[in-house]
């Protein structure tokens, strides 16, 4: 076909995956692979430790999970739900190969789709807005008097700061972004996030939220 | 529960593609009083940007605690607020009574403010409905708005498109737009796609009831996921005639009819067109309707067409109820048509698309009253449309031909018989 036809035919097919959800290589950071199979990264290094997951390829900061992972992580849930112990899951799991694995999960064409929070996580996750932690937060402990929401403060000292903690991360976010998010931790504490955020940060984000949660629920 | 099927006519043309309408009517079963009813999962989503201030957002807070109040505690559900930031107001909870204190407690701080992102919005509320989905349950985003999105996703097509993904992960989403700011082409999109209901709130006044009728109808919910199937011999075209998604595979059409309520009754229209044959021999269709969990009878109803000469094509009887079922049909979807073209300034083309509906209509009126009056009410409208039309006008309109086409009432209510 003549060039500029094959230019723009790239062009869209470029196009095309970058729009895809998730990564077109359908491999997973272990966050990603966390927010899709609604578990905490926690979790995961623990059901590899376990023998339930087989180690990932390489480690450190490039760690890749792959579908396979994904799968087996569905499968356990699903095994969980019949109420069956891990040590049992695991025998199953080391039994079973990928391919039998997705064949077990994806027997339905609803298991094929991936759950409902797995396709909402990965909308919110495309457009930078992080989903929300696995672990639900504390309970309300009591009504509150009524008190209008404050509006947070403004964003220079926000920005500099996680630009103090990143380093060479994103480009600073254009000026006129103005949506905020408020996630509760506790009835008494709040963290407010710009949106949208890069996906470095997005994870930092989630790193924090769990670590201020398991503080949050230490008994002193 | 019932199920029927009518042809308009039951003779078709050896040597044309003859097009026949057929009514399926579906009367749902009642609930069973005896038994337990599902467990309902549902999130609030409310918007809360700074036009909502003053009465819409008082009452939509009251709409919400009296929706809550009607949950008991093997029911689940959360709030959330929005305007530009999203705020889960409430994290999905089950209904006790001590975390409906709480969740009332939380409702009545929600103020007005922002802009409007209604996607991160809506698609937050559909996360804490997801989080806690169990099976047997009915699953369900109620989102309400006054006006239109400005900040996230504001594409209407894609967000029919997640809608649609998230009904077929069994999340449902029903929409109500309060006033005459909000879009109603979109907020409609969102709830046909995802499953749900549409409803118009002219004013602010009605939104508490709004919102507990269709807490009421998750409350009443008898067969989940429910669709028309039609089964035909090779070379038959079906084409649903109604606001309903469709897929077709071979020679079976499958029409997406959401969730039932009890003693629910639904028309649905479907247009075939029939190859061509060899007078004396029939041809067969059969339609029947699949839930879920297996709730409805499954046994296909059968209508059974003969190929036959002009002769007996021409003389042969019609069916008005199944003519004033589609001519309402064509009418009503002419009119929210006519209504988005008014809106974009397109008076001519909104003012033809009328009239060349009535014309059509009274070419096989005959003697009918109730069809010659269709048609002369779409002339009417024609020559109204062919200046604007004031908001509140059209957006009556608009829901007024939406709850035609989905067989509700007036109010956008289920209707409960024929």
């Known amino acids: ?220 | 529960m019932t199920l029927t099927a009518r042809p308009d006519r039951l003779f078709i043309r050896r040597h044309a593609r003859s097009q026949r309408f057929v009514l399926a009517q579906i009367t749902a079963p009642a609930a069973d009083r005896r038994r337990e009813r599902s467990a309902v999962n549902l999130a609030f989503v409310l918007d809360r940007s700074g036009s909502m201030g003053g009465e819409k957002i008082r009452l939509a807070r009251r709409a919400l605690e009296e929706g809550i109040r009607r949950l008991d505690s093997k029911d689940r559900f959360a709030v959330v607020a929005y305007d530009d930031a999203i705020d889960v107001v409430v994290e999905s909870t089950s209904a006790s009574p001590e975390a409906k204190r709480n969740a009332l407690a939380q409702v009545a701080r929600i103020e007005a403010r922002g802009s409007t992102n209604l996607a991160d919005g809506w698609l937050r509320g559909c996360e804490q409905v997801a989080r806690h989905q169990r099976p047997d349950e009915v699953d369900r985003c109620l989102l309400l708005t006054d006006g239109l999105a400005n900040v996230g996703i504001t594409d209407r097509a894609e967000l029919e498109k997640h809608a649609a993904e998230i009904a077929m992960r069994g999340i449902t989403t029903s929409t109500f737009g309060v006033g005459l700011d909000f879009d109603e082409g979109m907020l409609e999109g969102i709830a046909s796609s995802g499953r749900g209901n549409f409803r118009y709130v002219e004013h602010a006044v009605q939104i508490p009831d709004y919102i507990t009728s269709e807490v009421g109808e998750t409350l009443e919910v008898v067969a989940r996921d429910t669709t028309l199937c039609i089964e035909t011999e090779p070379g038959v075209l079906v084409d649903p005639i109604g606001p309903y998604r469709s897929h077709t595979s071979g020679t079976r059409t499958v029409v997406e009819l959401g969730d039932l309520v009890s003693e629910q009754h639904l028309d649905i229209v479907l247009r075939l067109a029939f190859p061509y044959g060899q007078v004396g021999i029939t041809t067969r269709v059969r339609i029947s309707v699949t839930d879920r969990d297996g709730v409805l009878d499954p046994t296909p109803v059968e209508i059974a067409w003969e190929y036959a000469d002009h002769h007996r094509n021409d003389a042969q009887p019609r069916d008005r109820d199944v003519d004033r079922a589609v001519a309402l049909q064509f009418a009503a979807k002419a009119r929210q048509e006519a209504v988005e073209l008014n809106k974009a300034g397109q008076y001519r083309t909104a003012s033809d698309r009328l009239a060349s509906v009535g014309r059509r209509i009274r070419g096989y009126a005959g003697s009918d009253p109730e069809l010659i009056r269709l048609a002369e009410e779409l002339d009417e409208q024609g020559v109204a449309y062919a200046a604007p039309v004031a908001p509140g006008m059209l957006k009556q309109h608009h829901f007024a031909s939406a709850n035609v086409r989905r067989s509700r009432d007036a109010s956008g209510g289920v209707r409960r018989e024929r």
């Open chain 1, 1 to 220: 076909m003549p060039r500029p036809w094959r230019d723009l035919l790239t062009l869209y097919c470029a196009t095309v995956k970058i729009c895809q959800m998730p990564d077109a290589a359908d491999e997973y950071t272990l966050s990603d692979l966390a927010e899709l199979a609604d578990v905490t990264p926690r979790t995961i290094r623990y059901y590899i430790q376990g023998g339930l997951l087989r180690s990932p390829d390489v480690a450190g900061a490039n760690t890749r999970y792959d579908e396979g992972h994904l799968w087996r992580l569905r499968l356990i849930r699903r095994l969980q739900r019949e109420h069956l112990p891990l040590a049992e899951i695991r025998n199953r799991l080391i039994a079973l190969d990928d391919d039998q694995v997705r064949t077990l999960v994806g027997g339905s064409a609803e298991s094929a789709r991936g759950s409902a929070v797995e396709y909402i996580r990965s909308v919110l996750t495309s457009r930078g807005v992080a989903a929300q932690s696995a672990r639900p937060s504390a309970p309300c402990r009591g009504s509150h008097p009524s008190r209008p929401a404050p509006r947070p403060p403004a964003p220079v000292a926000g920005e500099a700061h996680l630009a103090a903690v990143g380093g060479a991360s994103s480009a600073p976010p254009p000026p006129d972004r103005s949506q905020w998010e408020r996630l509760t931790l506790s009835p008494d504490l709040e963290l407010h996030i710009r949106r949208p955020l890069s996906r470095l940060d997005n994870r930092r984000v989630d790193r924090l939220i769990s670590i201020a949660r398991q503080l949050l629920e230490e008994v002193p």
